[in-house]
């Protein structure tokens, strides 16, 4: 079974940071781009930011950029954000995806990248910005 697990979330005072995992199993990820998604309490899902199968491209929403950081560890089948900079409007439940092939999953910034076009999804893990 095809399964990703997302990890790290929690509480944390504006201006801070979190790290958060996605860990997969029952199939390796090398071949697949890696999305981070969000869903703030009465808003539609977006997608966050995006890294490519080879970790060489990411494309991210510009709320993010300079803030947040997706790198992916293929030996541990392991995909992290980081983010920095917490914002109140970062509350969510941020869930990761996967997605072939990773040209079109995972396009290059500027291009638009579709929630559609992920296969596998995690239950998601809560980030709450708050003092």
């Known amino acids: 079974q095809l399964q990703l697990v997302e990890s790290g979330g929690g509480l944390v005072q504006p201006g801070g940071s979190l790290r958060l995992s996605c860990a997969a199993s029952?199939?390796?990820?090398?071949?697949?781009?890696i999305g981070w998604f969000r869903q703030a309490p009465g808003k539609e899902r977006e997608g966050v930011i995006c890294?490519?199968?080879?970790?060489?491209?990411?494309n991210y929403v510009d709320s993010v950029k300079g803030r947040f950081t997706i790198s992916r560890d293929d030996a541990k089948n392991t995909v992290f954000l980081q983010m920095n900079g917490l914002k109140p409007e970062d509350t969510a439940v941020y869930y990761c995806?996967?997605?072939?092939?990773?040209?079109?999953?995972?396009?290059?910034?500027?291009?638009?990248?579709?929630?559609?076009?992920?296969?596998?999804w995690g239950q998601g893990t809560l980030v709450t910005v708050s003092s």
């Open positions: 890294i490519s199968s080879s970790g060489g491209r990411t």
């Open positions: 029952g199939f390796t990820l090398d071949y697949y781009a």
């Open positions: 995806a996967a997605g072939r092939p990773s040209y079109r999953v995972c396009p290059a910034y500027g291009s638009r990248w579709l929630e559609g076009s992920f296969e596998v």
